[in-house]
């Protein structure tokens, strides 16, 4: 079971950016058609998901899904040679305030069907706190 870890959370005002990583303990897990998505969940609220990367794969032609509510504000990426994913997310706004968790699942015959439940990842990471303040 690979094991995923967080980084790059913190606190920042609406409208700024942060970047989160996401690395993974297998190094060649990136290289390896996987998917690897960020969710995220605030108090009270459930885990809703975020983007996903389906890894392993040119993703200039696709391979990435995103929440409607964060389309043409978050974009995630790959660095195979540092097993690690990011999430930069821009024009931050106080609803994107939550603890962002990064998952993992194989691809599999399933591909990008329930790609948003949580449920269906193998591995999580133990989250990283993301705030945006008015």
């Known amino acids: 079971q690979v094991q995923l870890m967080e980084s790059g959370g913190g606190s920042v005002q609406a409208g700024g950016s942060l970047r989160l990583a996401c690395r993974a303990s297998d190094y060649t897990y990136l290289y390896n058609i996987n998917l690897m998505a960020w969710f995220r969940q605030a108090p009270g609220k459930e885990r809703e998901a975020v983007a996903a990367?389906?890894?392993?794969?040119?993703?200039?032609?696709?391979?990435?899904q995103f929440a409607d509510s964060v389309k043409d504000r978050f974009t995630i990426s790959q660095d195979n040679p540092k097993s690690t994913v990011y999430l930069q997310m821009n024009s931050l706004k106080p609803e994107d305030t939550a603890m962002y968790y990064c998952?993992?699942?194989?691809?599999?015959?399933?591909?990008?069907?329930?790609?948003?439940?949580?449920?269906?990842?193998?591995?999580w990471g133990q989250g990283t706190q993301v705030t945006v303040s008015s």
């Open positions: 998952a993992s699942r194989a691809f599999g015959p399933s591909g990008w069907s329930d790609w948003s439940t949580p449920s269906r990842y193998t591995s």
């Open positions: 990367i389906e890894t392993g794969i040119d993703t200039s032609s696709g391979g990435t």
